[in-house]
């Protein structure tokens, strides 16, 4: 612990009790993320991926063990205004415009709107949404909305960024561009990032390490490296060494 | 004809039946006089209503300010600290579960003129708000609260950028319901008697004289009044509402947010909340210093009831009442239920059956059922036929309300889904619409059962003099003080113990169901 921007689960467990049943959701996971790395958390549905950006985010308790983001507990770390998010659903606020939707963190942190003004502008452009800054939810498709989220999480300028299939609503074209998005916008901010996935490509392209998981009781059972020189190209995609690892990881996905 | 014009031609030719049937005296031998007539009285006798109405209007505004004000307060406190919901769950049921009616007469007999009105209602519009208040809070998606938490938002940050933009809504359709309701309260605090202004004095003046077009009049301004307080927040609400409909499938609600407690403490509370409804009753009175002849404490109470050489004679009276009351409240219920929910779900398959019927549930709905008892008394006689019909009128209006704005909550998404499948319209009302009614028919349940009730005991005060309601009105003229207290509290009573057995078997259904109970 201690780390600057890391991402630390030491044993953590998770059971949830719904109508009086108990679910294992997370048995004695342990997984560090140094500062500025990039990892990205591949597994079956279910087997508790989202689960565990939610502990780090202070959404829920553990049953057992030690977080810690930056160094300090969740909700320390998520009050300081460090983190961003993009959840599995958009999850914007029905009322809001885009602009005002993407500002949302900064209105829970407290913080002035006025300086973030440009950053909004750009963020917004940078998703493919100029014009729309201040069109309702209402009057978005799925994947715009996704996008919206997508700004949203990097407006505060976070150091540790978690994002649970972000790009899940897109269509392939516009995956493969965010992917690229993605990865500049990673070099330039170097945020340590979290990012869950269904894609196999998707994580080896963006990734340093992938980390791939088994359901019931939700566990780390991989943990594969991905050397690829950076910046990655589009080019990238058809490499035979993409490939390979793509294979392995598919491989580990099945319990190999 | 001019699509414009065809949704005047059903009231039109209403109106004209109407005038027809009138001018010939052909229902119940003239107790129903023509349109024509009605005008032409309430015409001759305007002079009079001007200060009537200003009496009503003037509690029941009052009433509506300070009511709704506590109302939103407690709806904050109780969303923040779920803790205090359940310290205060005895005495909001009690409140909630008062026919207004069995403490009408005490209070005018303790206080004298606005103030009946004012408390009167004030708690015609408490639970109401109150409750709107709450569900508004805390039905906030779960993923949009998880955003704000998300960055360390507490509840202060969730209630201000979420809940209560969210709750807005949901707080004025509540406003919509507690506008008649109060306008309601102000009428029945006159029953009590001793004033000489208020709509409800001149309703009872004009009872016993019988002149029908005079009725009929009072009766028609007295709905206009609530009718147009009902629309004013239907206006806001639309203004409000335009743009915030749900976007994504609301797949959880929050869940309520106490966290588990040990048993020791979850005791401590339930005994807080029997306590307090008590507590405040008796300190009520204290600090009121009302003398002890008029004002009941609960020893008091106890030692009239049971510890009198006459107290066996009184509990023979009141279980007598009783019997005549119950049954006839709970036919009037399922009654007055079962028909809000069948158009309730017809507006699911037809929206426009929503706007026509809106406008019908008004005019004969928000008619404070005051002014309708004695309409329906000329129409239908002092049989027990009259209490059933303004039991159902009155349970109609707020479960229609309440289904149908909770219907309005299902998602296209869940609406469209069996569509897509090729299901019929019959398919898609079992496998969507009425589970997800479900929760809504029960919370109609729960807010129709002391309204049929105080239906019941306005019927048998007004009309048929039987049961509760004709026991408290005799008591009042015997000026029977014990009496009074023990027919309120005994209403109260079994209007809290109906409530409580609806809660119960909610409970269990919707627990079965995995759905969350709409508080
Ligand atoms: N609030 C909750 N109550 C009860 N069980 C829960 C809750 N949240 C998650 N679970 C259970 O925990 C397990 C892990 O859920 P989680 O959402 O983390 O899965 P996931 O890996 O993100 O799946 P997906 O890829 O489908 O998003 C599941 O079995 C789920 O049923
Ligand atoms: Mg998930």
């Not at chain 2, 109407?18 to 007539?37: D, H, Q």
């Not at chain 2, 004095?201 to 009044?225: C, H, K, M, Q």
């Not at chain 2, 779900?345 to 008892?373: D, K, S």
């Not at chain 2, 309120?488 to 269990?508: G, H, K, P, T, W």
Request: glycine residues 10%; hydrophobic residues 55%.
């Amino acid at each position: 612990m201690g780390d600057p921007a890391g991402i630390s689960l030491r044993r953590v467990s998770k059971s949830f009790e719904a109508r009086g049943k108990l679910t294992e959701a997370l048995r004695e996971v342990n997984l560090a993320c140094a500062p500025g790395s990039f990892t990205a958390l591949i597994g079956p549905s279910g087997c508790g991926k989202s689960t565990i950006l939610r502990l780090a985010l202070g959404l829920e308790t553990a049953s057992g063990g030690e977080i810690a983001v930056a160094g300090k507990p969740p909700a320390e770390a998520t009050g300081g205004g460090i983190t961003g998010v993009a959840f599995q659903d958009a999850a914007l606020l029905p009322w809001r415009s885009v602009e005002a939707n993407v500002a949302l963190p900064l209105d829970v942190l407290g913080r002035d709107r006025k300086p973030y003004r440009d950053k909004i502008a750009e963020l917004i452009e940078l998703v493919g949404l100029a014009g729309y800054e201040h069109a309702l939810p209402a009057e978005l498709s799925g994947g715009m909305r996704q996008r919206v989220a997508i700004a949203r999480a990097l407006v505060t300028r976070p150091e540790v960024l978690f994002l649970d299939e972000p790009f899940g609503a897109l269509d392939q074209i516009l995956r493969r561009q965010m992917n690229i998005e993605l990865q500049r916008i990673w070099m330039e901010s170097r945020a340590t990032t979290l990012l869950v996935t269904h894609g196999i490509d998707e994580a080896v392209f963006l990734a340093d390490r992938v980390v791939v998981m088994a359901s019931r009781p939700g566990r780390i059972t991989r943990v594969i490296d991905i050397d690829l020189p950076r910046p990655r190209r589009p080019e990238l995609f058809n490499d035979p060494a993409f490939h390979r690892l793509e294979a392995e990881i598919a491989g580990a996905l099945d319990g190999h | 004809m001019p699509s414009r014009l065809r949704p005047f031609v059903g009231p039109l030719l209403i109106l004209v039946l109407w005038e027809i049937a009138g001018r010939f005296g052909l229902v119940a031998s003239g107790a129903l006089p023509a349109p024509s007539a009605i005008l032409a009285r309430l015409a001759v006798d305007w002079s009079d209503y001007p200060g009537h109405i200003f009496a009503t209007l003037f509690g029941a505004g009052l009433g509506f300010l300070i009511g709704n004000g506590i109302a939103i307060a407690a709806g904050v406190l109780f969303a923040l600290y779920p803790v205090t919901s359940r310290v205060a769950r005895g005495l909001n049921v009690a409140l909630f579960a008062l026919p207004p009616i069995a403490i009408s007469p005490i209070l005018v007999l303790t206080f004298s003129d606005p103030v009946p009105r004012v408390v009167l209602a004030a708690i015609g519009c408490y639970f109401v708000t109150m409750t709107a208040t709450l569900v508004g809070l805390t039905q906030a998606d779960a993923r949009s609260v998880d955003v704000v938490r998300a960055y360390g938002g507490g509840r202060f940050k969730v209630l201000a950028l979420v809940q209560a933009r969210i709750a807005l809504p949901v707080i004025l359709s509540g406003l919509r319901i507690a506008a008649p309701n109060a306008v309601l309260g102000s009428i029945l605090a006159e029953f009590g008697g001793g004033g000489r202004w208020g709509l409800g004095v001149y309703l009872l003046g004009s009872l016993g004289r019988g002149e029908p077009d005079r009725l009929w009049g009072i009766g028609l301004v007295a709905t206009l009044i609530a009718g147009l307080a009902y629309l004013a927040f239907v206006v806001l609400a639309r203004a409000v509402t335009g743009s915030s409909q749900a976007v994504t499938v609301p797949t959880s609600v929050l869940r309520s947010t106490d966290r588990p407690r040990p048993a020791w403490q979850q005791g401590l509370i339930v005994l807080a909340s029997i306590a307090l409804p008590l507590a405040l009753w008796w300190a009520l009175l204290a600090v009121l210093k009302v003398p002890a002849m008029l004002a009941k404490t609960p020893p008091a109470l106890y030692d009239y009831l049971f510890g009198l050489p006459g107290s066996p004679a009184t509990q023979a009276k009141l279980v007598a009442a009783l019997a005549q009351t119950l049954p006839m409240t709970l036919l009037g219920m399922v009654a007055g239920l079962a028909i809000a929910f069948v158009l309730a779900l017809g507006t699911q398959l037809t929206p426009r059956l929503i706007r026509a019927l809106l406008p019908v549930a008004l005019v004969t709905q928000t008619m404070p059922l005051v002014a309708l008892t004695p309409l329906l008394v000329l129409l239908v006689g002092r049989g027990p036929a009259v209490i059933l019909w303004v039991t159902i009128s009155v349970t109609f209006f707020p479960a229609f309300v309440t289904m149908a704005q909770g219907l309005l909550l299902v998602p296209r998404a869940a609406l469209e889904l069996p569509r897509a499948y090729g299901a019929t319209v019959w398919q898609q009302l079992r496998l969507v619409s009425v589970p997800a009614s479900l929760p809504y028919l029960f919370a109609a349940t729960r807010l129709t059962a002391p309204r049929a009730l105080l239906g019941v005991m306005i019927a048998e005060w007004l009309a048929t003099g039987t049961g509760l309601g004709n026991l408290l009105n005799q008591s009042r003229g015997y000026l029977d003080y014990g009496m009074i207290w023990a027919v309120a509290v005994l209403s109260v009573l079994v209007s809290v113990a109906f409530y409580q057995a609806v809660v119960l078997v909610e409970r269990r259904v919707l627990g079965r169901l995995g759905m969350a109970v709409a508080e």
